[in-house]
């Protein structure tokens, strides 16, 4: 998903969205790799925190629940445990 939606919407031309969409794909991306780098991380929560606040204003305010402002503190999460894929099921459960 993250590699395949940033390739799907270059159909569309809205190129705003489009990027905004393509910065919270390489978002996840990034946060789902195998290694990470500390020092890296808090640029891009600040990133995301940008993109974030870009994307509210082109989706309507019923969009951003409070599950969407979680991804935020993601980071946090990363920094305290370690990268993702130690802890995701995801694999088991597929």
Request: glycine residues 2%; proline residues 5%; contains cysteine.
């Amino acid at each position: 998903m993250q590699d395949i939606l940033p390739v799907a919407l270059q159909a569309s031309h809205a190129t705003k969205l489009i990027d905004l969409l393509s910065d919270l794909c390489s978002f996840f991306k990034y946060l789902c790799s195998p290694t990470l780098e500390v020092d890296e991380l808090e640029h891009v929560q600040l990133r995301l925190i940008l993109t974030l606040c870009e994307l509210q204003k082109e989706f309507p305010p019923a969009f951003f629940m409070v599950i969407v402002h979680l991804i935020i503190h993601w980071v946090d999460e990363v920094k305290l445990e370690g990268p993702v894929h130690y802890r995701w099921m995801y694999s088991i459960e597929r």
